[in-house]
């Protein structure tokens, strides 16, 4: 357990608030696009001339392929790097041991995870020993270097994998940088410190994506190359870069109504034309082959506008409508069980056939409305029961004595 009392020489800025309820909705935005984009991808017909999409429309196709996996990084990133953050830079909070951060992670991500590859792994081996080295790929979270099965079973799940990395890498380089931002007396250097690791984080996929691309010729079809931890942990570095951010301002520097209106709008503004120009390009094109990294820092800004204003824009309130911090709270169970969910109605008949523009909007309708109910009950009877095991650890993450007279 690290603990760090804060420099008596400098005064803090009063700690940041996460916002959870914004960042609940924005979760929610986020998980339903998800879904609805899988389903654009199951309705692309291939022929002879290549692919064609539901609705030949390219405002429509850039809208709904406006990849959101890097919002998913850059917030998860931010919310765990937070202690960190305060912790490195005014010595302030306490920051988890490792063995407790990943006991809670695990509690958090294996209950639901492991049910669902079981159960969509065994209903597509019904005869044993069928794919095992599938299943052991994906129980291990090691499918991600697999180019054949990085998408089997559970397609959406490598994400996953690289949130385990990015675990990995958050409590191996966390308490080194708290130890390191000891050493130095002023708070600017520290932040500059911070600032600068998260840049370097951010850096390195970046520079393996340039090599790979335009050194080596890699395709991009070569899915580890690029969908691998070297390549994708730039939404991580973001999401850690926002977190120093937001720490080193404190509760200067807010951002009034009409500047985090526009900031938003800017950068929701070129996310489309982000994922249009990258749509229109081809996969090979430049803005595909950076669109994940570029797409980071556009998140950055959006989360940023959205969790340092002083007075919430009246659009930020619908951030924390029932319905949608609902979704939120079921996002995760949602995004496991979407594409099973999918591909059983698809495979079964129960979706509309390809070809047709009204065809597609029913599809979408109802993969989002069953895929709803299965993650709803998975939340309260999996991924719920499953989050109460964190009551086995007390404040200071050691077991608690139930027994004890």
Same mark, same amino acid.
Not at 282 to 296: L, V
Not at 341 to 348: G, K, Q
């Given at each position: 357990?690290?603990?760090?009392?804060?420099?008596?020489?400098?005064?803090?800025?009063?700690?940041?608030?996460?916002?959870?309820?914004?960042?609940?909705?924005?979760? +929610?935005?986020?998980?339903?696009?998800?879904?609805? @984009?899988?389903? =654009?991808?199951?309705?692309?017909?291939?022929?002879?001339?290549?692919?064609?999409?539901? #609705?030949?429309?390219?405002?429509?196709?850039?809208? *709904?392929?406006?990849?959101?996996?890097?919002?998913?990084?850059?917030?998860?990133? &931010?919310?765990?790097?937070?202690?960190?953050?305060?912790?490195?830079?005014?010595?302030?909070?306490? #920051?988890?041991?490792?063995?407790?951060?990943? @006991?809670?992670?695990?509690?958090?991500?294996?209950?639901?995870?492991?049910?669902?590859?079981?159960?969509?792994?065994?209903?597509?081996?019904?005869?044993?020993?069928?794919? %095992?080295?599938?299943? *052991?790929?994906?129980?291990? /979270?090691?499918?991600?270097?697999?180019?054949?099965?990085? @998408?089997?079973?559970?397609?959406?799940? %490598?994400?996953?994998?690289?949130?385990?990395?990015? &675990?990995?890498?958050?409590?191996?380089?966390?308490?080194?940088?708290?130890?390191?931002?000891?050493?130095?007396?002023?708070?600017?250097?520290?932040?500059?410190?911070?600032?600068? +690791?998260?840049?370097?984080?951010?850096?390195?996929?970046?520079? %393996?994506?340039?090599?790979?691309?335009?050194?080596?010729?890699?395709?991009?079809?070569?899915?580890?190359?690029?969908?691998?931890?070297?390549?994708? /942990?730039?939404?991580?570095?973001?999401?850690?870069? $926002?977190?120093? $951010?937001?720490?080193?301002?404190?509760?200067? +520097?807010?951002?009034?109504?009409?500047?985090?209106? #526009?900031?938003?709008?800017?950068?929701?503004?070129?996310?489309?034309?982000?994922?249009?120009?990258?749509?229109?390009?081809? !996969?090979?094109?430049?803005?595909?082959?950076? &669109?994940?990294?570029?797409?980071?820092?556009?998140? /950055?800004?959006?989360?940023?506008?959205?969790?340092?204003?002083?007075?919430?824009?009246? =659009?930020?309130?619908? *951030?924390?409508?029932? =319905?949608?911090?609902?979704?939120?709270?079921?996002?995760?169970?949602? &995004?496991?069980?979407?594409?099973?969910?999918?591909?059983?109605?698809?495979?079964?008949?129960?979706?509309?056939?390809?070809?047709?523009? !009204?065809?597609?909007?029913?599809?979408?309708?109802?993969?989002?409305?069953?895929?709803?109910?299965?993650?709803?009950?998975?939340? =309260?009877?999996?991924?719920?029961? +499953?989050?109460?095991?964190?009551?086995?650890?007390?404040?200071?993450?050691?077991?608690?004595?139930?027994?004890?007279?």
């Amino acid at each position: 357990m690290t603990v760090m009392t804060a420099p008596p020489t400098e005064a803090r800025p009063t700690r940041k608030r996460t916002r959870t309820q914004e960042l609940q909705g924005v979760r +929610g935005l986020a998980a339903l696009s998800t879904v609805a @984009f899988h389903v =654009w991808q199951q309705y692309y017909v291939y022929d002879a001339t290549g692919g064609h999409p539901p #609705v030949e429309n390219p405002h429509l196709a850039a809208l *709904l392929s406006l990849e959101v996996i890097d919002l998913f990084f850059v917030m998860s990133a &931010y919310l765990l790097t937070l202690p960190y953050a305060r912790a490195a830079i005014d010595g302030e909070g306490t #920051v988890r041991t490792g063995r407790d951060f990943l @006991f809670r992670r695990a509690i958090r991500i294996l209950p639901v995870y492991v049910v669902a590859v079981l159960v969509v792994w065994a209903s597509r081996n019904p005869t044993l020993p069928g794919d %095992w080295r599938d299943l *052991l790929e994906h129980l291990t /979270f090691t499918h991600i270097f697999d180019r054949e099965r990085i @998408f089997y079973t559970l397609g959406p799940t %490598w994400s996953l994998s690289l949130e385990i990395s990015f &675990y990995l890498v958050l409590i191996a380089l966390g308490p080194v940088v708290i130890r390191a931002c000891r050493r130095l007396t002023t708070r600017r250097a520290r932040i500059t410190a911070c600032a600068a +690791g998260c840049a370097a984080l951010y850096a390195l996929p970046l520079a %393996w994506i340039s090599v790979a691309h335009y050194t080596l010729g890699i395709p991009h079809t070569d899915w580890p190359v690029y969908f691998g931890p070297q390549a994708r /942990f730039g939404g991580f570095a973001a999401g850690m870069g $926002l977190a120093v $951010l937001l720490v080193a301002l404190g509760d200067r +520097g807010r951002l009034g109504v009409r500047t985090a209106t #526009v900031l938003a709008a800017t950068a929701a503004t070129a996310l489309y034309g982000l994922s249009y120009t990258a749509h229109a390009t081809g !996969p090979e094109g430049f803005w595909r082959t950076y &669109y994940h990294p570029m797409a980071a820092v556009l998140w /950055f800004v959006l989360l940023h506008a959205i969790l340092h204003n002083s007075v919430q824009p009246r =659009w930020q309130g619908a *951030l924390r409508a029932r =319905w949608l911090t609902a979704v939120g709270l079921i996002s995760y169970s949602l &995004y496991i069980w979407h594409e099973p969910v999918m591909l059983f109605l698809y495979d079964t008949g129960l979706l509309p056939s390809e070809g047709s523009r !009204p065809g597609f909007a029913l599809a979408v309708v109802i993969v989002t409305a069953m895929a709803l109910l299965t993650a709803t009950v998975s939340y =309260w009877v999996v991924e719920y029961p +499953g989050s109460l095991l964190a009551r086995a650890r007390d404040r200071r993450g050691s077991p608690r004595d139930f027994y004890s007279s």
